[in-house]
């Protein structure tokens, strides 16, 4: 972890500005899915299939990048679309006082794909299942590669000391939420000053 800490710690110097700094959450990304790749290349291949998004009906946290990554992409969006995802990313986030509860899905499922695969957090890229059957039960423990996990789980947390490292803050929070509050014209600008994106703010 502390090679990886060290790499995205030069990579966050180096950034010119907070859309730079933002940005780079794409590199954990693209090395997640790195991981993800060799995992399937030589362990045991996942029992996941496009449509099937039982982990999207799972609570989901973002990093405070994460969350203003996505948010750039929906400012990108038509405005008709874009108030669509806010309404839905509302609703859920009021649900139960603020978490998503398990069963309700997630503001980008759509017709039981994901909307903004591109752009989706690490905790989606790395998420498998070996048995869609215990998904699909609601089995309290989901059969999974745990190689895969760990070291993902070292590309997240490495990279997250460094953003933290550089006064950007990293930490967890409701993706609903957290995008809702990425949204506001002024949360770039605010994160990039060390202010949390926080889970209760919106657009």
């Known amino acids: 972890m502390r090679a990886v800490r060290h790499r995205a710690a030069q990579a966050l110097a180096a950034a010119g500005n907070a859309s730079q700094a933002v940005a780079f959450v794409g590199v954990l990304h693209e090395n997640v899915d790195a991981v993800v790749a060799a995992s399937e290349a030589v362990g045991p291949p996942p029992d996941c299939r496009p449509g099937c998004a039982s982990c999207c009906h799972a609570r989901v946290e973002v990093s405070d990048p994460e969350a203003l990554r996505i948010a750039g992409h929906l400012h990108q969006l038509q405005e008709s679309e ?84 550089a006064g950007l803050p990293a930490s967890r929070h409701e993706l609903s939420a957290a995008v809702l509050a990425a949204l506001r014209p002024a949360a770039l600008d605010e994160w990039y000053q060390g202010k949390p994106l926080g889970d209760t703010s919106e657009p």
């Open 82 to 165: 874009r108030v669509m995802f806010i309404e839905r990313l509302r609703a859920k986030a009021a649900a139960d006082g603020g978490p998503v509860p398990h069963g309700q899905p997630c503001a980008f499922l759509r017709e039981g794909l994901c909307s903004i695969y591109a752009i989706r957090p690490s905790v989606c890229r790395k998420a498998h299942s070996l048995s869609a059957q215990a998904c699909q039960s609601g089995a309290q423990e989901i059969p999974q590669d745990l190689g895969r996990v760990i070291r993902c789980e070292v590309l997240v947390a490495g990279t997250r000391d460094a953003y933290e490292g």
